[in-house]
């Protein structure tokens, strides 16, 4: 077998206030009828059940001090959809907010879904919905009168250079990213949000994902073939999260306190150049081995990778891999919470090619000090980015949870 280092050169190829109200009076309704109580993250059974007897390990607490679907175990299947504001209300906004929080309890407790009837009869499936607000709530010329209390870590993502954006699929007011293990009932949930939003807020685009079933512990596989996120940022680490993952009191915006923002990707992978690539020059790239996930030098897929390991032809990991150039020890320490899933649009009518990649969605404490040194430093000289066309950017701030008889987004509003 060739080894890493004797591997060959890669190739380098309309709703009223009051019609708000009521419907959030009667999803909050649905969700005390369903009972809106904590349940396990760890089912992933489809099932087919009564939706207000839907079992415990197929449901996520909706209420708590942080918002579900950040630190929840991910789950199979991504709807993530961005919203314009179609008013200049602050008021509605802060009712839209509440509606979709109601609705959003009632989902993920499975509560009953007969208004269109798509998820009749499914389980929650560990649907989770996670709510963001989007850069342009807070701009000076909006009426909405929100621009002092923008949080200075809510900035615009500045281009790298080889972006090449579809304009319709980036930003937006407002961000919902929503999971389940079962497609259809993520879909409903964007269909319920959508129906209640209808004249404050209108759709501006929606992305599928989705992940392969892989057993427990496990890591994912992008469409590349290799494993994706085996130095992710580890949840049950309080200390690095706090400082890494939650946003505090003292960070400029003490309503987003326990909050934390998430910036997402469309990154397209351009498949024909990558399978023309050698699996030792894919390797190479990556800096990982492609069979077992380990960096090369190593021999398991969590052994530490050792960036100062050398051999004939220079070192063992190469300077524009992948691996090397996103490690936290190359950049002051700063790791991302990845959650990002597969994507497959079919085929681009313009190039005849599979329009299919990577959905990147990361949650950080501060973009400016951790998404977009990483992704500058990548821009600038990762071997992986010749395979990639980043077609789609948009960032969120993540709120705190809400508290029982509260909503997401409230602390804005006080």
């Known amino acids: 077998m060739t080894t890493p280092d004797q591997a060959p050169p890669r190739a380098r190829n309309a709703v009223s206030r009051r019609g708000f109200l009521g419907a959030g009076a009667t999803a909050a309704a649905a969700a005390a009828v369903a009972g809106c109580g904590p349940g396990s993250p760890s089912g992933k059974t489809r099932t087919t059940v009564g939706a207000a007897s839907a079992p415990a390990a197929q449901q996520v607490a909706f209420h708590g001090a942080h918002q579900a679907g950040i630190v929840t175990p991910q789950q199979q299947h991504l709807r993530f959809a961005a919203f314009d504001l179609k008013t200049e209300n602050r008021d509605e906004l802060a009712d839209l907010l509440r509606v979709w929080s109601d609705t959003a309890a009632g989902l993920m407790a499975g509560a009953a879904r007969d208004a269109t009837g798509e ?71 964007f269909h319920a949000l959508s129906n209640a939003a209808r004249g404050v807020a209108e759709p501006r685009w929606l992305q599928a994902g989705f992940l392969g079933e892989r057993p427990s512990g496990t890591t994912n596989r992008n469409l590349l073939g290799f494993k994706d996120g085996t ?32 910036v997402a990707r469309r990154v397209r992978t351009v498949l024909d150049v990558w399978d023309a690539t050698s699996v030792a020059g894919q390797e190479q790239t990556i800096g990982r081995r492609k069979d077992t996930g380990a960096p090369l030098g190593g021999r398991a897929e969590h052994d530490a990778p050792d960036f100062a390991a050398s051999g004939p032809n220079g070192p063992t990991i190469p300077a524009d891999a992948h691996v090397r150039l996103a490690a936290p020890e ?73 508290a029982g008889g509260g909503y997401v987004g409230e602390g804005l509003f006080i």
């Not at 989770?128 to 010329?141: E, I």
């Not at 497959?344 to 950080?364: E, K, N, P």
């Open 231 to 262: 130095r992710n940022l580890d949840v049950r680490d309080a200390g690095t999260t706090g400082a890494q993952l939650w946003a505090a009191a003292g960070d400029g915006a003490p309503w987003m306190a326990g909050g934390t923002y998430l």
């Open 119 to 189: 998820a009749r009869e499914l389980a929650p499936a560990r649907l989770t919905l996670t709510f963001g607000l989007g850069p342009g709530l807070f701009a000076a010329d909006r009426r909405l009168g929100l621009a002092d209390r923008r949080p200075a870590a809510l900035a615009a993502i500045p281009s790298f250079g080889a972006d090449a954006f579809d304009r319709r699929r980036c930003d937006g007011d407002l961000g919902v990213q929503i999971c389940s293990d079962d497609a259809q009932v993520a879909f409903h949930a």
């Open 330 to 402: 190359h950049n002051g320490g700063a790791r991302l919470l990845r959650r990002g899933y597969n994507y497959d649009d079919g085929i681009d009518a313009d190039t005849a090619q599979v329009d299919a990649g990577l959905f990147f969605i990361s949650f950080q404490r501060d973009p400016r000090r951790q998404f977009v040194p990483i992704q500058r430093r990548l821009a600038a000289s990762d071997a992986l980015g010749q395979h990639l066309i980043h077609t789609a950017s948009a960032v969120f701030a993540c709120p705190p949870g809400a």
